[in-house]
């Protein structure tokens, strides 16, 4: 059923005023056998036993390893009577429902909603009851056709819960168990027609907006005298159909279409229904159109968003707290505002993590960002047989897809994360990679509930093994986990990443400041905190150093004995340095790819882990890169060996372009030996190369490819700035002898500027200043680990950090930079 945001015949409040108590399995059976025990604890609501032990200072790895040996209780009180319903939006996992002593319900599943009719006076007893979940995975059927190394244990693949806990290498541990989302009271006025189901469909042809709509009313319920939906200034009235359902159909014409936030703008409108005087508000919705474009080979995935092909870029979400499993507007929107601001276009909800609920989709659809959304099946080889458990998929989906018919935002369902490619990898034939999940169950729903979204089968998938990168959909880690060199992104083939470039990214010094974990890459606390895989005999930073090493001529094991403080700042900008030049090569007009999104957007934990943004909210070196990499009117450049530089520019916007081209290349970082210059007009939503021999009109070994004598330069530089107020748009650097690690007096020079309540960071450099750091604990920087080229000053605006206190004041450095500059007001 399509959401309802609400109902002015209706009222809908949280139950409050729980509390909590673990006891052994099974040894209590009913709420009264609990009389007498004193243990209870305040426990919110929505939240789960994790979170209770955090608040207590109890969650230690010991605790949250008994969570799932413990039956664990929840109860509350009315405190006013209900005649209505009482529902429960997320269970984690096996639990029992108990009022007033009988038990009700009871739900296996943490991805289905309960909803219950009561009749109960003021002071009735709501208990809950979730049985230890550890046994019942022990006892479950062992037999599988393959078992994944990366969740344990095998069990889990009976039971409808998440896999976040039982990924050991880079998830905390402890069975996600609890209320972990709303528990509500419902409450509608005698006059209230009962509504049993909203069917919602919205479509774009170009210039007009269709939204249909069909309403369910309850049994019991009698026709209503006038029906009305109203959205952006028109209406129409619904009629009973011939199904006995009241139906109706609006067209608007000129509608503002949803775009992605990197292609135009996301337009939303208001939907509500007036039925016999109440009103119903159904949200906002877009209207846009979605194909999938599978390349002239027919082996491709890319999208197209209201006709325009949209370069899919972004992350995999992990979650907004892994420990409560916070949902909602104030939980979600931190992150996902980061995400824009990074210009990420597209998030993927992977199938190791969870379902997020309606303000997530909200969210994505105000900020523009695609969801690919994936069903929470992981790696398992799924008994996919068994009757009820396909019974179980489909409510899951069904209810997925209902709730979401009015996000324009939701573009991808796709089947599970790995499945496929576990099986392949360990052995099986294609026959048993799929299933009639896959095949059936998860199609027809899409088809039938969601036919304006992209069906996948599973993340990845296409090709003659489901992981190569040159057909369908890939998990891309040759740069990266496979320590290939950054040309095998060009030479992969890549069409669409689903996943990509996941390394330990070190968090900024001010993540760093508290001490957990502590700041030594040996210490056993900072490990536990670096991703690894599963029996492998290397982590995640180990990936890291190989790419250090490549890029800056250093022995990583030797820098982080001798200099810590240089092996974090050159750790911070490899990070950032592989995913630029990466999206440059993916990005550019002749790549075939249609997409990548980067393992993963938020650390579960504090440490090196694979976010990009660190499990505090700070951003890492890594996020400043990607949002360089990500920007809708890019400048970038690749190294074309004999042919020279390419420079790409793209504009992705939907207005024209008249901006200028300028490339220098610098001997010593500091002295100018080429310069050139070139005034281009970039059409809306366009791409071009340009040669930089052609630029220069004269030959030059800008790549230093054909080596006759030594290197005129060792870096060159480009700007593309606006043609009409000067602006910097985009600014793409090339290294031709490689980035090198020898240091310099750079004349780096910071000064503050104050332009109302806002803080600005003007910095400039006598000699080019490689990755600049600008490190201030009170205020974060718009932009940092950029590249900095002489005479090309660099205004970055300051925005307080939440909590903190007093005017800017820092210090600016460079990784090629012995000298370093400090501001503050007043200095």
């Known amino acids: 059923m399509a959401r309802i945001v609400a109902r ?4 809908a409040l949280p139950l409050e005023g ?28 929505p939240g789960t036993v994790a979170g209770t032990l955090r608040s207590l200072g109890r969650l230690d790895d010991t605790g949250a390893d008994a969570i799932g040996q413990q039956d664990h209780w929840y109860r509350t009180r009315l405190t006013e009577p209900l005649n209505g319903r009482l529902r429960f939006e997320g269970l984690a996992t096996v639990t029992e429902i108990w009022i007033d002593g009988v038990k009700r319900a009871e739900s296996s599943s943490m991805f289905a909603a309960v909803e ?113 939906m109203r959205c952006t200034g028109g209406e129409v009235a619904l ?94 929107e931190p992150w996902l505002r980061l995400a824009r601001e990074a210009g990420m276009n597209m998030i993927r909800l992977p199938g190791v993590m969870s379902y997020e609920d309606d303000a997530f989709f909200a969210l994505c659809d105000e900020l523009g960002i695609m969801v690919w959304q994936e069903m929470m099946l992981a790696n398992f080889d799924y008994p996919q047989g068994d009757a009820g458990f396909r019974a179980a998929i489909k409510a899951e989906v069904e209810a997925l897809l209902g709730r979401t018919q009015g996000s324009p935002c939701l573009a991808v369902l796709c089947g599970g994360s790995e499945v496929f490619q576990q099986s392949a990898m360990l052995g099986a034939p294609p026959e048993a990679w799929s299933g009639p999940v896959f095949d059936e169950v998860l199609p027809e729903a899409v088809a039938r509930l969601r036919p304006d979204i992209a069906y996948v089968p599973n993340s990845p998938s296409g090709g003659p093994l489901p992981f190569v990168a040159d057909k369908g959909v890939t998990h891309y880690y040759g740069v990266g986990a496979y320590m290939r060199g950054l040309d095998d992104a060009r030479r992969a083939n890549v069409r669409f990443a689903a996943e990509s470039l996941a390394f330990a990214n070190v968090p900024e010094e001010i993540s760093l400041l508290s001490g957990k974990p502590p700041a030594i890459t040996h210490h056993p606390d ?179 490819a054909y080596r006759f004598g030594p290197p005129g330069h060792d870096v060159t530089s480009a700007v593309l700035r606006d043609a009409t107020s000067g602006e910097v748009l985009a600014e793409a650097f090339h290294f031709p002898l490689g980035r090198g690690h020898e240091r310099h007096r750079c004349g780096l020079a910071a000064q503050l500027e104050r332009d109302g309540d806002d803080w600005w960071l003007v910095l400039s450099t006598q000699r080019l200043a490689q990755s600049v750091e600008i490190v201030d604990h009170g205020w974060r920087p718009e932009q940092n680990w950029f590249h900095l080229a002489p005479g090309e000053p660099r205004r970055i605006r300051l925005r307080r950090r939440e909590g903190a206190s007093g005017e800017p004041a820092g210090e600016v450095r460079a990784v090629n930079a012995i000298d370093r500059a400090s501001y503050a007001t007043g200095g």
């Open 18 to 45: 729980w509390s909590w108590l673990a006891t052994m399995a099974d040894a209590v059976a009913t709420p009264a056998d609990l009389l007498g025990n004193g243990d209870w604890r305040e426990a919110a609501v």
């Open 526 to 704: 900072w490990k536990r905190a670096v991703p690894r895989d599963a029996g492998a005999s290397w982590d995640f930073e180990d990936v890291r150093d190989h790419y250090l090493e490549r890029l800056y001529g250093l022995e990583p094991a030797r820098l982080r004995r001798e200099d810590p403080e240089r092996y974090f700042a050159l750790s911070r900008a490899t990070v950032a340095e592989v995913m630029e030049e990466t999206f440059a090569e993916w990005r550019r007009p002749g790549s075939p790819t249609r997409g990548a999104l980067v393992w993963l957007l938020q650390d579960l934990q504090p440490g090196a882990g694979w976010g990009v943004i660190a499990s505090d909210g700070e951003p890492k070196s890594a996020w400043y890169g990607l949002a360089r990499a990500f920007r809708p009117v890019q400048l970038a450049l690749t190294d074309e060996g004999v042919n020279g530089l390419a420079l790409h520019l793209l504009n992705e916007r939907p207005e024209p372009l008249a901006a200028t081209v300028e490339l220098t290349c610098w001997r010593a970082g500091e002295v100018a030996v080429v310069q050139a210059k070139r005034e281009v007009a970039l059409g809306p939503r366009s791409a071009t190369t340009l040669s930089a021999f052609e630029l220069i009109g004269r030959f030059f070994d800008i790549a230093y």
């Open 239 to 332: 009629h009973v159909d011939g199904k006995g359902k009241l139906a109706g159909t609006l067209s608007l014409s000129s509608i503002a279409p949803w775009f992605p936030h990197t292609h135009g703008e996301p337009a939303l409108h208001d939907l509500t229904l007036e039925l016999d005087g109440e009103t119903i508000d159904l949200g906002r919705i877009g209207f846009r159109s979605l194909e999938v474009d599978r390349g002239a080979d027919g082996e491709g995935f890319g999208l197209i968003v209201n006709g325009v092909p949209v370069f899919c870029r972004g992350a995999c979400w992990s979650n907004a707290d892994v420990t409560t499993l916070a949902g909602g507007r104030a939980a979600y």
């Open 116 to 228: 219950l009719t009561v009749d109960c006076a003021a002071g009735t007893e709501i208990a809950l009851c979730f049985r230890a979940l550890a046994p019942k995975l022990a006892a479950a059927p062992r037999r599988a056709r393959w078992r994944p190394a990366m969740i344990q244990p095998n069990g889990l693949r009976w039971f409808r819960t998440s896999a976040l806990g039982s990924m050991p290498g880079w998830c905390p541990p402890g069975l996600p168990t609890g209320p972990y989302r709303p528990v509500l009271r419902i409450e509608r006025k005698a006059d209230a027609a009962g509504i049993e189901a909203v069917d919602l469909r919205t479509s774009y042809d170009g210039q007009t907006g269709i939204v249909a709509l069909s309403l369910t009313l309850a049994a019991n319920a009698s026709l209503p005298g006038s029906v009305i």
């Open 8 to 11: 002015s015949g209706e009222r």
